[in-house]
Each structure stands twice: as C-alpha cells, then as structure tokens.
C-alpha cells in the first residue's frame, strides 16, 4: 500500500536536518551543551535588547508553559547564557539579561543561520524561493487559526 508523501513529514524532516547543521556547527565553535530552544529565546532576548524581558514573556510568546519556560531558563542561566535580576518594585518578578557569553552564543547562532541559508538559497531559484515561502506562509497561517480550537483537527 502506497502512501502519499507526508507534508508534516517533510517539514519536520527539514527541520531536524536544519537544527542538527546549526548544532553541529556550534559544538565546533565551544557551545556543547547548548539546546536547541536556547537560540530561539535568544533571538527574543536580543530583539528586545533594552526593554525588560520577564519568564512570562516568554511563556507567551513562545506558546509553552510555565514548567517548559522554567526549565529552558534555568539551563540557560546553568550555562551563563543570562542572568535573572530582582526588580526592586516586586520581588517575585525577576529581569532576564543576556551575559555576555550570551551576546556571543546569540551573535555565533545569527552567524550560522545565516551561512546556511545563503547556502540553502542557491539551491533554489528566485521563483522557486518565492514559492516556498509563499507555500511556508500559507501552511502557517492555518496552524494559527488553530489556536482558536475551531478549526482544530482532532
């Protein structure tokens, strides 16, 4: 019985290929223990460089519970990737910093996309490149419509 191809398959396929690169290439530059979600809250915390960063902006942003987010900060400040600071106006928040470690983790993790999408790009032609984001939007946004648990599939 032959079955057709699995979208979803294909996707997470590319995925773990992509993130095995980039670890790979980060264990070579000293970062051996490093998980792949601490790039993600990395490029957060380097986005919102100068603005206070608390856990439970990142439980938001990033679709995950408190438990997952505690567990990834806490490896994270484990590893000197952040620090977590008081504010004085409630003892119970606590500020999330990059150190500097962290500045260069989230800078050699920057670098790495980067080489390997230029990489990955002459792969493609234009058109084609067009395409795949075109059909990488499409399928996004039906993901997010599932949020509202309307649409959900099962």
């Given at each position: 019985?032959?079955?057709?191809?699995?979208?979803?398959l294909a996707?997470?396929g590319?995925?773990?290929?992509?993130?095995?690169e980039?670890?790979s290439?980060?264990?070579?530059?000293?970062?051996d223990?490093?998980?792949?979600n601490?790039?993600?809250?990395?490029?957060?915390m380097?986005i919102?460089?100068?603005?206070?960063v608390y856990?439970?902006?990142?439980e938001?942003?990033?679709?995950?519970n408190?438990?997952?987010?505690?567990?990834i900060?806490q490896?994270m400040?484990?590893e000197?990737?952040i620090?977590?600071?008081?504010?004085?106006s409630?003892a119970?928040?606590?500020?999330?910093?990059?150190?500097?470690?962290?500045q260069?983790f989230?800078q050699?993790?920057a670098d790495?996309?980067s080489?390997l999408?230029?990489?990955?790009?002459g792969?493609l032609?234009?058109e084609?490149?067009?395409q795949?984001?075109?059909?990488c939007?499409?399928?996004?946004?039906k993901?997010?419509?599932?949020e509202?648990?309307?649409?959900?599939?099962?």
């Amino acid at each position: 019985m032959n079955q057709a191809p699995s979208l979803m398959l294909a996707i997470r396929g590319l995925d773990r290929q992509f993130q095995r690169e980039v670890q790979s290439t980060l264990r070579a530059k000293g970062f051996d223990d490093c998980k792949k979600n601490y790039g993600f809250v990395m490029h957060y915390m380097h986005i919102h460089q100068g603005q206070d960063v608390y856990q439970r902006d990142l439980e938001k942003h990033f679709h995950m519970n408190r438990s997952s987010i505690t567990t990834i900060v806490q490896g994270m400040e484990k590893e000197g990737l952040i620090t977590r600071t008081a504010v004085a106006s409630d003892a119970r928040l606590k500020r999330i910093v990059l150190t500097k470690k962290g500045q260069k983790f989230n800078q050699d993790i920057a670098d790495t996309i980067s080489a390997l999408d230029k990489q990955l790009s002459g792969v493609l032609d234009s058109e084609e490149k067009e395409q795949f984001l075109a059909f990488c939007s499409k399928i996004s946004r039906k993901l997010d419509s599932y949020e509202s648990k309307e649409d959900r599939l099962c």
